[in-house]
C-alpha cells in the first residue's frame, strides 16, 4: 500500500561544527529567514514565515569535522524553488558570495544546481517542471536524464 501522496519533507535539521558560520551560509547566501535562535546552539530558519525548513544545531558537533569520504550519512538536502527565475536568483546569491558549484543538472523533470555548505553537506537547489513536460517513454514510464545545465543562460533568468 503505498503513503498518502499529500506526505511531503517537512524540513531538514543538520549538524553543524559552527552555528555563525551556518547561518551565515543558509540566511545571508540563500536567504532563508532566521525564525528562533536557542541558547546559541541552535537555529530554527524558514521561508515566507514557515517555523522551520531547516534546523541547525551544535549540541554534539560544535567544531567537529564533516565525515570522511566513503561513509554512510546525508547525500544532500534538496530545497525546490517555485519556478525558473527564483532557481535563477538562487544561482545569482551563490556565485555572488563565491561558493563553488559541484554540478549542474537537467533531469528531463527538474533542473537542478548542487553545491556544498560549509559542514560539506550536499545541497541541491532545483526548481520542477511541470508533470505535463516530463520526459516519458512510449509506455508512459518516466525518462529522466543528467543532461548538462546551461548556467548562463539560467543565470540570465535572474530578477
Given at each position: 500500500?503505498?503513503?498518502?501522496?499529500?506526505?511531503?519533507?517537512?524540513?531538514v535539521h543538520l549538524k553543524v561544527a559552527d552555528l555563525d558560520r551556518a547561518i551565515?551560509?543558509?540566511?545571508?547566501?540563500l536567504g532563508f529567514e532566521v525564525q528562533q535562535i536557542s541558547a546559541g546552539r541552535a537555529a530554527f530558519l524558514g521561508a515566507g514565515g514557515y517555523h522551520h525548513h531547516i534546523g541547525l544545531n551544535t549540541w554534539e558537533s560544535a567544531g567537529g569535522t564533516p565525515p570522511p569520504?566513503?561513509?554512510?550519512?546525508?547525500?544532500?538536502?534538496?530545497?525546490?524553488y517555485p519556478?525558473?527565475?527564483?532557481?535563477?536568483?538562487?544561482?545569482?546569491?551563490?556565485?555572488?558570495?563565491?561558493?563553488p558549484i559541484d554540478?549542474?543538472?537537467?533531469h528531463g523533470v527538474s533542473e537542478a544546481i548542487y553545491l556544498r555548505d560549509p559542514d560539506n553537506n550536499g545541497v541541491e537547489l532545483y526548481r520542477d517542471r511541470p508533470p505535463e513536460e516530463w520526459?516519458?517513454?512510449?509506455?508512459g514510464a518516466l525518462a529522466m536524464g543528467n543532461a548538462p545545465l546551461d548556467l548562463r543562460?539560467?543565470?540570465?533568468?535572474?530578477?
Open positions: 500500500m503505498p503513503i498518502d501522496p499529500r506526505v511531503h519533507v517537512g524540513h551565515g551560509f543558509y540566511s545571508g547566501v569520504p566513503g561513509h554512510t550519512g546525508l547525500y544532500h538536502s534538496a530545497f525546490l519556478s525558473r527565475a527564483a532557481l535563477a536568483d538562487a544561482l545569482r546569491r551563490v556565485t555572488e558570495a563565491g561558493i554540478g549542474a543538472a537537467d520526459p516519458r517513454t512510449a509506455d543562460a539560467l543565470l540570465a533568468e535572474a530578477p
